[in-house]
């Protein structure tokens, strides 16, 4: 099997499980904030990601997923971007450099 970078491997038995995701039936720009978004209005955007997430079929896998390949950006897996943060500082992870 042929990896890529980072050790991702495009294989349908390794990646199949996003096809079933709830969020490919939902506006993609839900789990993405705009530059500069915060407060209520990024609360509110992130909470109705969250719930398109808490009925995912495929919420363990994405959740896994992005815990392990460091998706900084969007919600995944039922995470908010600070979620996660939290998770990979109580792992005892540093975050990526954002800017590059």
Sequence with gaps: MTH???GLSPSVQ????QVR??????DPELFFHPE???GAARH???AA???IC??????RQCREHVLAHRENYGVWGGLTEEQREQAWSRRGERRLD???
């Design 14 to 17: 390794v990646w199949g499980w």
């Design 36 to 38: 500069l978004e915060r």
């Design 44 to 46: 509110r955007r992130d």
């Design 49 to 51: 990601a969250l719930a």
């Design 4 to 6: 890529t970078a980072q």
């Design 21 to 26: 995701g709830a969020c490919r039936q939902a």
């Design 54 to 59: 808490a009925e995912c079929p495929v919420l």
């Design 98 to 100: 954002r800017a590059g």
